[in-house]
């Protein structure tokens, strides 16, 4: 269950922005997860109450935005969903992706605090 | 109430590590392998393989990750080679912070050409932490199905090879290989795959010479 660590290392980052910031107190964290990562934003959700229950940090809202995989026409450069991975076509032209443009993050976005 | 933007990776810590792990390797002239794999598919034996094949002109060191037990760590030791169990207890795979307390070990070894570091079998979380190798490998057998790829996309996309298992089983199974190939290709058309079996040695020789192909970072140095 890699989410718990995934978690802590999301806390202990949370953490020092607060400090530095001197922050009050958290009210949400926004993270971005690619959907071709190894990281159930379920899981997350759940690890995230257990870490969190009993601290300061009980009650904050994880917001976790679901990235989907997506890539970029190597031709006409139109962005598209990879639904089968690189095999996908660009809808427009028919041409490939030259690679993926998103569905890779594993990324803390912001905290909103008061 | 306002937002504050972090805008960071969120293992950003463990990506610091494998950096400095990856310089002190470096420093000491050691190439580092990273395997992955689900349970099962015959990671353990193919170290023990690439062993075999290579303790004559180089020095092996293998570190072994594992939830419990150190049986994987008996079976390589039996090659006459240094070997480190680490216990990951709770944890699935293997963390950069976990091979930065084991580098003290390796490196009192004496001098190593190659470290094969073996992950906790699992195809999804080893995926995301960089150790500090030179490069990943993901091993799947032909006894788990073709459908591996597509189901753990991460693995096959953080992976330089991608080594098909067992193929001495083939004709027992479905495994379409062509299938297989396609669909790892389609996530990372830079994998290079070789097909290998531990019980007839098909694809070990190619295995193992590809660690010493390449430029002189890419290589055995």
């Known amino acids: ?114 | 109430m306002h937002d504050v933007l972090i805008n960071t990776k969120i293992l950003v810590k463990n990506n610091e590590i494998a950096n400095q792990n990856r310089k002190l390797l470096k420093d000491k002239g050691i190439f580092a392998i990273n395997l992955m794999s689900s349970p099962g598919s015959g990671k353990t034996s193919i170290v023990e393989k690439t062993i075999d094949f290579l303790k004559d002109r180089i020095k092996i060191a293998v570190i072994v990750g594992d939830i419990q037990t150190d049986l994987d760590a008996q079976r390589i030791a039996r090659h006459g080679i240094p070997v480190r169990q680490i216990n990951t207890g709770r944890s699935c795979h293997l963390d950069a912070h976990m091979i930065q307390h084991t580098l003290p070990w390796l490196f009192e070894q004496g001098k190593t050409d190659l470290v094969i570091i073996e992950n906790v079998g699992n195809m999804a979380c080893p995926a995301e932490y960089d150790l500090g190798e030179d490069f990943k490998a993901a091993v799947m057998s032909v006894t788990e199905g073709d459908d591996k790829p597509l189901k753990y996309p991460a693995l096959f996309r953080a992976s330089r090879y991608l080594l098909i298992n067992k193929v001495d089983l083939l004709a027992y199974t479905d495994f379409n290989m062509e299938k297989a190939r396609h669909s790892a290709w389609a996530i990372n058309p830079e994998l290079k795959i070789i097909e290998t079996s531990c019980a007839d040695e098909t694809g070990i020789a190619e295995w193992v010479d590809s660690i010493f192909k390449g430029d002189h970072e890419n290589r055995v140095r």
């Open chain 1, 1 to 114: 269950m890699h989410e718990l660590s995934i978690v802590t290392s999301m806390i202990s980052i949370v953490r020092e922005n607060m400090a530095r910031h001197g922050a009050g107190r958290l009210k949400k964290i926004k993270i971005r997860v690619g959907e071709m990562t190894a990281v159930e934003p379920e899981a997350l959700r759940f690890c995230f109450e257990v870490c969190a229950g009993g601290t300061d940090m009980e009650g904050v809202i994880l917001d976790i935005e679901e990235v989907p995989v997506r890539g970029q026409c190597i031709h006409c450069k139109n962005e598209f969903p990879l639904d089968r991975y690189l095999d996908s076509r660009c809808p427009v032209c028919g041409g490939e992706s030259g690679g993926y443009v998103s569905g890779t993050e594993l990324d803390i976005v912001s905290m909103e605090v008061e």
